[in-house]
C-alpha cells in the first residue's frame, strides 16, 4: 500500500459470483460462460460461415477460411503434407484458446477465462494424450521405445538420458505446455488489473492526478498488447499441439 | 509556484502516512514473502531475457540474409521463443504462489 494504492487479493481478480448453482457440480460463472461462447462462437462463424458458398468470400465466410488458411499453414510446417485429418483439433484448440484469452480485453468480461489453470490443464492434456494416442497408432508400442531411447549412444549414457527423456517427453512437456497459457494469461490480467487499480487510486488522490494521464496510457498501452498476447498464445499453444503431434508421428527419432 | 510546494507537502504526508500504515500492519512472514517472490521473479527473467534476445537476434539476422526463407524461420523462431519463455513463466508462478499463497 503505497499513498492508497491499495491492490486487491488474487482471489478477487480470478473468482466471480456465480450465477447460479452456487457449490454444486454444474456451478456456472462468469469462466463458465466464456467457454461456453468459445464453443458457441466457433460453431457460428463455421456454420453460417460455411453456409454460403461464394466464390470471393465475404464477411463470415473470409473469417471461417481465412482461419483454415492459417491452421493449415501451423500443419503443414509442423506435421507434414499429410496430416489434414488433425486439422479439426487444431482449429478448435485455436478458436477455444483464442476466445478465452481475448475476453481479456473485452469490457464487461475483463476477464481471461485461460488465466485459471483449469482450462489449459485440460486443452493440454488433450494434446498430450492425442499426440501419444497419435504415435501408437502409426508405430505401435515401439513408439515408445523410439520417443525415450536416443539412438548412437554409448550403453552407459541410456542410463542417464532415458530417466531425463522420459521426463521431459512424459511430464514436463504437457505441464509446460498447460503453465505457458495459464502464466501468460494471469500476468496479463494481474498488469491490467494493476494499471486499473493504480488509474483509480491516482484519479482520487488529489496530489498526484499529474500522474494520471501516464497510468492512463499505460493502460490503454497495454490493452492493445494484451491483445496481441492473446493471439499469439493462441497461436503458440496451436503451434505446438502441432509440433507434438508431428514429433510423435516422426519416423527418425 | 507555491500550488506545487502544497502538492510537495501533500505527497510527503500521504507517503509518510503510507509508511506509518505499513509498519504497523507488517506481518513479517508476508514481507519475507513478498521480497523473496520480487528476488525469484527478477532472477528467474535474467536467462530468459538473454535468450530470446539472442534467438530473436539471430533469427532477424537469417531473415535479413534469407529473405526467402522468412516464414520457415519465424515459425521456429516462435516455437524457441515459447521453449525458452517457459522458465520465466515457471518463475512468475513460483512469484505467484510465493506472495498470495
Known sequence: ?253 | MSLLATAAIEVAQAVELAADAAESDADPQSVAGASSAGFAYGLAAIGPGIGIGYLVGQAVQAMARQPESAGMVRTTMFLGIAFTEALALIGFVVFILLKFV
Not at chain 1, 36 to 58: C, E, H, Q, R
Not at chain 1, 61 to 87: C, P, R, W
Open chain 1, 1 to 253: 500500500m503505497i499513498a492508497q494504492v491499495q491492490f486487491p487479493p488474487i482471489d478477487n481478480i480470478v473468482n466471480w459470483e456465480p450465477y447460479f448453482g452456487e457449490g454444486e457440480f454444474f456451478q456456472f460463472d462468469k469462466v463458465s460462460l466464456i467457454m461456453l461462447l468459445g464453443l458457441l462462437i466457433p460453431m457460428g462463424i463455421f456454420l453460417l460461415g460455411g453456409a454460403g458458398k461464394a466464390m470471393v468470400p465475404s464477411g463470415l465466410q473470409s473469417v471461417a477460411e481465412g482461419s483454415v488458411n492459417f491452421i493449415m499453414d501451423i500443419i503443414n510446417q509442423t506435421i507434414g503434407h499429410d496430416g489434414k485429418k488433425y486439422l479439426p483439433l487444431l482449429m478448435s484448440f485455436f478458436w477455444f484458446i483464442l476466445i478465452g484469452n481475448i475476453t481479456e480485453v473485452i469490457p464487461t468480461f475483463q476477464m481471461p477465462a485461460n488465466a485459471r489453470m483449469g482450462s489449459p490443464l485440460v486443452l493440454a492434456l488433450i494434446a498430450f494424450f492425442f499426440s501419444i494416442g497419435a504415435g501408437i497408432k502409426k508405430h505401435g508400442l515401439k513408439y515408445f521405445t523410439n520417443t525415450v531411447v536416443v539412438p548412437g549412444l554409448p550403453t552407459a549414457l541410456h542410463f542417464l538420458v532415458i530417466p531425463i527423456e522420459i521426463l521431459s517427453n512424459f511430464f514436463i512437456k504437457p505441464f509446460s505446455h498447460a503453465v505457458r497459457l495459464f502464466a501468460n494469461m494471469l500476468a496479463g490480467h494481474i498488469l491490467l488489473v494493476t494499471f486499473g487499480v493504480l488509474c483509480i487510486a491516482v484519479f482520487s488522490a488529489t496530489p498526484l492526478l499529474l500522474a494520471l494521464p501516464f497510468s492512463f496510457l499505460g493502460l490503454v498501452g497495454l490493452t492493445g498488447f494484451e491483445v496481441m498476447v492473446a493471439f499469439l498464445q493462441a497461436y503458440i499453444f496451436t503451434l505446438l499441439a502441432g509440433v507434438y503431434i508431428g514429433s510423435a508421428l516422426a519416423d527418425d527419432h
